[in-house]
């Protein structure tokens, strides 16, 4: 699974943009990580910013493929 993270200011916080495409299983993950947020006017998810997103996303996604 390949999700592309960007830093992004929403709402005067730094948040973290998951791109990817349409992912039911991807999704389902996302719905997993503590204060996701779904950007229906951007069309992407965002998470809380902090220094080791990194290393919770690969944990997250460690072992899972499409």
Known sequence: MQVETRECNIGNKNRIVLIFPYNDSIISLVKQIEGRKWSASRNFWHIPFHEN???????Q????DE
């Open 61 to 64: 996604f460690e072992g899972k």
């Open 53 to 59: 997103f990194l290393t919770e996303l690969n944990k």
